[in-house]
């Protein structure tokens, strides 16, 4: 008698199930370069914007490679930036989660450019992230209306009182991205209890947030306001970039943790075009432990 075949059975069944776990778990030990202890993998391939696999990485640890768009092919021997053709740089990461160094940082670099970093303000006439939200309600690409600068190191704005509550790296990442679809996303990671309590002490930050603030993109809406939504905020947040930036093939994304030992060397290696000296990365705007604000108006 013939034995009868069965789907999900056999060893094609087995190698289709086997070699793409083998293929991931391959890619997740190579080492290209290694800064300070830690590894960072540098896949040039397409495969890193067609795979599913960094998508749903754990939102609390940065992707262990940068994931390549359009900037792959920039030519990384040019020693001067070209204000035409220059890729924006944006940190679409949170407050209190290095901003202030890699400003500091990016100012350092040996590049041809009107404006080499915005950070907070001015962003053109005013703060960035107003800038970027009138900007949007006119119909024009953000980061070239708002001081054209080569990168942009902290664009949200939460406020002591009344409205004006704006998280463009949330609310505007379409229209950042329709205005340059070439940018270069930096996403960098804090430990979250580290992120929070830095939120708590610095000028009241975190109540801010809960009693100024509404994400509705994360169902944080009016009422929210515990560590547990302020751990599902920044969970959420990298998965919305994670995503946004995986249906958007022009697009780079490079996630860094800011307490790496090694992390100017990173992210020079990442942004050749900017002619940075990563021994000059250092940490800047230390949260001094003060009494949280518990009078803020609410919204």
């Known amino acids: ?33 290694i800064f300070g202890g830690k590894s960072h993998v540098l896949l040039l391939s397409s495969i890193t914007k067609t795979s599913k696999s960094w998508v749903d990485f754990d939102c609390f640890q940065p992707l262990p490679h940068p994931i390549l768009g359009e900037y792959k092919n920039w030519n990384k021997n040019e020693s001067t930036v ?32 009107p404006k080499k970093s915005s950070h907070m303000w001015p962003c053109g006439k005013g703060p960035c992230g107003q800038c970027i939200r009138k900007a949007v309600n006119n119909s024009l690409p953000p980061l070239q209306s708002c001081g054209n600068s ?16 704006i998280w463009p790296q949330i609310s505007y990442l379409k229209e950042i991205y329709e205005g340059a679809p070439e940018t270069i996303f930096l996403l960098p990671f804090r430990n979250v209890t580290d992120w929070i309590k830095s939120a708590t002490f610095y000028h009241g930050l975190k ?76 940490h800047r705007n230390p949260t001094r432990k003060v009494k949280p604000n518990k009078t803020i108006e609410s919204k």
């Open 82 to 113: 070209k204000s035409l053709n220059a890729p924006h740089i944006v940190n679409v990461g949170f407050p209190k989660c290095g901003s202030t160094s890699l400003f500091e940082f990016l100012l350092t670099a040996n590049i041809s450019y």
């Open 1 to 33: 008698m013939t034995a009868k075949k069965h789907l999900g059975t056999g060893p094609t069944w087995a190698l289709n199930r086997i070699l793409p776990i083998v293929g991931l778990l391959f890619v997740s030990f190579i080492r290209v370069s």
């Open 207 to 282: 109540r801010r947030m809960w009693n100024l603030c509404v994400f509705p993109e994360y169902n944080l809406t009016k009422g929210w306001g515990s560590d547990k939504d302020m751990e599902d905020l920044y969970c959420r947040h990298v998965k919305h970039v994670r995503h946004f930036v995986s249906q958007r093939p022009s697009l780079t994304l490079v996630e860094y943790s800011i307490s790496d030992k090694g992390v100017g060397d990173f992210l020079a290696s990442q942004l050749p075009h900017m002619n940075l000296n990563g021994s000059k990365y250092g």
């Open 150 to 165: 080569a990168s942009f190191t902290q664009i949200d704005q939460t406020p002591f009182s009344g409205t004006g509550c």
